[in-house]
């Protein structure tokens, strides 16, 4: 696919036209690029469950969307039966993955609307529902790209970045967290050069960051996970951007499984270790990293999936952790679309909430 038509590609929407939450299914990148159109929350709720829409943005915007789709479903005759039938599918929707807080987030914006419509008749809040997806939607990109503006006034023209997993445009609606400041700063004609960690076992990295980088003409070099050491003990790497899925108040940081081990070894050798992360990602109801449910996934990932054999012997015991958490203080500044937040995080995040969020 030519470099300008991925960037025009959407991630994730709300068809106007046909009133369908459309994706594009990132488990068929990047051979193929596949939509598809949802409308019930059972498809919507797997699609999420099975990564064909992932990242923590796209997922809360997938299910902002979904729960909108679902309302429209439900037959009640009174405020408090919808409610129910709300709540229900709301729930549902965020079982699919437990610690991108993103999709918590969405939903209970959604729920806010639907609070806001005590005393209306159930078919008045259903407009307001697609209204607010709508906002979610669109405030994501809006949210990237301030993130993008901030973290590029991190970065040097001629800089080595390395990254893990995808937080990319295909983990948005449009440029990514922790790549936001790399397409912008490669629109701005800086030239950066990407390490991208293959990042085992779903294999984001080398499936959706070197595709999404390669196909917008951004130099990328793919690494196995275990290489990344070697990379930076080479000097090639000058800054590490990663995405978050949770930000607990003290500004521990849980990401893709993997990158605690990344934020380490930056630390080794004296490398910045930045976390770029919108304020919807952070949970102030959590002191610390260690109260973040960490999503366990099957152990077929680790064995088998990907692979035309089995790369394990038949009933192996696997651990599989989707996520992990990287302590606070390996974290050199967090990225968000307010500005750069740096140690000591309890008061500079609690800060942001002060200034910026209501919720706070
Ligand atoms: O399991 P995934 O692919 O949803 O994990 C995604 C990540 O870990 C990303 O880094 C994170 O969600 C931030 S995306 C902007």
């Not at 669109?138 to 901030?150: F, K, N, P």
């Not at 108040?249 to 004296?270: E, Q």
């Not at 099957?298 to 064995?303: A, I, L």
């Given at each position: 696919m030519a470099a300008q038509t991925l960037a025009q590609l959407q991630t994730v929407y709300l068809d106007p036209h046909t009133d369908t939450l459309v994706i594009l299914d990132q488990t068929q990148l990047p051979l193929r690029t596949v939509y598809l159109s949802l409308t019930k929350q059972n498809d919507i709720r797997q699609a999420i469950y099975r990564l064909q829409v992932r990242g923590a943005p796209a997922i809360g915007v997938a299910a902002a969307i979904g729960i909108y789709l679902a309302a429209k479903d439900i037959q009640a005759d009174t405020y408090d039966a919808f409610c129910q039938q709300f709540r229900a599918?709301?729930?549902?929707?965020?079982?699919?993955?437990?610690?991108?807080?993103?999709?918590?987030?969405?939903?209970?914006?959604?729920?806010?609307?639907?609070?806001?419509?005590?005393?209306?008749?159930?078919?008045?809040i259903i407009p307001a529902l697609k209204q607010e997806a709508l906002r979610i939607q669109?405030?994501?990109?809006?949210?990237?790209?301030?993130?993008?503006?901030?973290?590029?006034?991190?970065l040097h023209d001629g800089d080595g970045i390395l990254t893990h997993c995808n937080a990319g445009q295909l983990a948005t609606t449009r440029y990514g967290t922790a790549l936001a400041p790399i397409h912008l700063g490669h629109e701005r004609g800086y030239h950066f050069h990407v390490y991208a960690d293959e990042t085992r076992p779903l294999l984001q990295g080398a499936r959706l960051t070197a595709y999404e980088l390669q196909a917008n003409g951004i130099p990328v070099t793919l690494l196995c996970d275990n290489m990344a050491s070697q990379v930076m003990k080479n000097g090639w790497v000058q800054a590490i951007l990663v995405g978050c899925d949770r930000v607990a108040?003290?500004?521990?940081?849980?990401?893709?499984?993997?990158?605690?081990?990344?934020?380490?070894?930056?630390?080794?050798?004296?490398i910045p270790f930045y976390v770029c992360a919108p304020t919807s990602t952070i949970d102030f109801s959590l002191s610390h990293g260690g109260q973040i449910p960490i999503e366990q996934r099957?152990?077929?990932?680790?064995?088998t999936l990907w692979y035309q054999h089995s790369m394990a012997p038949q009933g192996i015991d696997v651990y599989n952790p989707a996520f992990d958490v990287t302590e606070h203080d390996l974290v050199s500044a967090i990225v968000t679309e307010y500005g750069i937040v740096r140690p000591p995080y309890t008061q500079s995040l609690a800060r942001l909430a002060a200034n910026h969020l209501q919720r706070a």
């Open positions: 599918a709301k729930d549902h929707l965020a079982s699919a993955r437990p610690t991108a807080v993103n999709l918590q987030w969405a939903l209970e914006r959604m729920e806010r609307v639907v609070q806001l419509h005590a005393a209306c008749p159930p078919s008045s669109q405030e994501d990109t809006d949210v990237c790209r301030a993130i993008g503006e901030h973290g590029l006034s991190l108040a003290n500004g521990d940081c849980c990401n893709k499984i993997g990158t605690s081990g990344v934020a380490i070894l930056a630390r080794h050798y004296g099957p152990p077929e990932e680790v064995t």
